[in-house]
Antibody
Framework: EVQLVESGGDLVQPGGSLRLSCAAS????????MNWVRQAPGKGLEWVST????????YYADSVKGRFTISRDNSKNTLYLQMNSLRAEDTAVYYC??????????WGQGTLVTVSS | EIVLTQSPATLSLSPGERATLSCRAS??????LAWYQQKSGQAPRLLIY???NRATGIPARFSGSGSGTDFTLTISSLEPEDFAVYYC??????????FGQGTKLEIK
C-alpha cells in the first residue's frame, strides 16, 4: 500500500525558513518523480515543485522559484522541500504526491504552513 | 500556462441524480486530463486519468470523457459520499501541471 506522510509544517514569520519532509513507503521511491502541491485556505490546488526520478531534475512554479528547493534522499525514501524567504501568500497545506507519468496518483495527508507575524 | 476552467462553480443535486461536471482548457491538452475528488479536510483522490480511465478502486458510476479542450466528469447516480469538491488537472506540459478552480458538488 502506498503511503506518503508529510511533516515539518509550522507557524513561521515572514522572511523565515522551513523544511518539509515526505516519508514514502509501499513503492520503489527511486523510480518515481515526486511532487509538492499546495492549497491555500479555502482555495484550489497549486502545483509547487517536482523532483524527477533521475538525479538533478527539479522543476518549480514561478511563484516559488529561487526561494524553494526540492530534494530527495532515495536511501531514506524521503522527499524534502526547503522553503526560504517565506511570504504570507505561501500559507497553505502542502501535499506531497507520487507522480506516475505526470499524474499525481497518490497523495499524503498534508502539512500546514502558516506564515504570519 | 494552460488555464483550466471548471463549470459550474457549484452544483446542487440530490442523491440518485446524475451529475455532469465540465472542464475546459485554454489550449489543447490532448487526453492528458485527470479528475480528483476532495472531501473536506482530506487530500485529493485520483478518480480519472487520461480523460476516461478510472483509477484503481474507483466505482463504475464515475466516468470521464473528452479530448482536446473540452472534458466532462459524469457521476451516473449520486451516492451520499460523492458530495465533495472536484478538480480537473492537465499534464500536457508536465511537470507544470495546472488544476482547475474546482466544482463544489453539494446536496440539494
Amino acid at each position: 500500500e502506498v503511503q506518503l506522510v508529510e511533516s515539518g509544517g509550522d507557524l513561521v514569520q515572514p522572511g523565515g525558513s522551513l523544511r518539509l519532509s515526505c516519508a514514502a513507503s509501499g513503492f520503489t521511491f527511486s523510480e518515481y518523480a515526486m511532487n509538492w502541491v499546495r492549497q491555500a485556505p479555502g482555495k484550489g490546488l497549486e502545483w509547487v515543485s517536482t523532483s524527477g526520478s533521475g538525479a538533478g531534475y527539479a522543476y518549480y512554479a514561478d511563484s516559488v522559484k529561487g526561494r524553494f528547493t526540492i530534494s530527495r534522499d532515495n536511501s531514506k525514501n524521503t522527499l524534502y522541500l526547503q522553503m526560504n524567504s517565506l511570504r504570507a501568500e505561501d500559507t497553505a497545506v502542502y501535499y506531497c504526491s507520487k507522480d506516475t507519468r505526470g499524474i499525481p496518483d497518490y497523495w499524503g495527508q498534508g502539512t500546514l504552513v502558516t506564515v504570519s507575524s | 500556462e494552460i488555464v483550466l476552467t471548471q463549470s459550474p462553480a457549484t452544483l446542487s443535486l440530490s442523491p440518485g441524480e446524475r451529475a455532469t461536471l465540465s472542464c475546459r482548457a485554454s489550449q489543447s491538452v490532448s487526453s492528458y486530463l485527470a479528475w480528483y475528488q476532495q472531501k473536506s479536510g482530506q487530500a485529493p483522490r485520483l478518480l480519472i486519468y487520461d480523460a476516461s480511465n478510472r483509477a484503481t478502486g474507483i466505482p463504475a458510476r464515475f466516468s470521464g470523457s473528452g479530448s482536446g479542450t473540452d472534458f466532462t466528469l459524469t457521476i451516473s447516480s449520486l451516492e451520499p459520499e460523492d458530495f465533495a469538491v472536484y478538480y480537473c488537472q492537465q499534464r500536457s506540459n508536465w511537470p507544470r501541471g495546472t488544476f482547475g478552480q474546482g466544482t463544489k458538488l453539494e446536496i440539494k
